[in-house]
């Protein structure tokens, strides 16, 4: 399976980006998809996830209420929007694939990872 991120950019703190994650090679719509992202230094956190159907998402405390996950089966793809973006967002954001259906946070759980995307949020 294949995972391509896009969407990622400079913006100043306030604003908005939308992340798109296009899949390929797998049944996209069996499977849990979850972000995960990456500042300079620090681990890799979780971000956000979503269940195969989308009627299940989990969010980190620190992006909740700002950012929402969201998938289009039909067209393969995972969605993370995120709104009031502060500096402290600024990471290589990261898509992935769960190993089953229902969304984790535990990066352990995911077997397939996109490329990164970098999002730089300037104050």
């Known amino acids: 399976v294949q995972l391509q991120a896009s969407g990622g950019g400079l913006v100043q703190a306030g604003g908005s980006l939308r992340l798109s994650c296009a899949a390929s090679?797998?049944?996209?719509?069996?499977?849990?998809m979850g972000w995960f992202r990456q500042a300079p230094g620090k681990e890799r956190e979780f971000v956000a996830t979503?269940?195969?159907?989308?009627?299940?998402?989990d969010y980190s405390d620190s992006v909740k209420g700002r950012f929402t996950v969201s998938r289009d089966n039909a067209k393969n793809t995972v969605y993370l929007q995120m709104n009031s973006l502060k500096p402290e967002d600024t990471a290589v954001y990261y898509c992935?694939?769960?190993?089953?259906?229902?969304?984790?946070?535990?990066?352990?759980?995911?077997?397939?990872w996109g490329q990164g995307t970098q999002v730089t949020v300037s104050s």
């Open positions: 992935a694939a769960d190993t089953d259906a229902y969304g984790h946070r535990w990066s352990g759980w995911y077997n397939y």
């Open positions: 090679g797998r049944t996209f719509s069996s499977y849990a």
């Open positions: 979503i269940s195969w159907t989308g009627s299940r998402t």
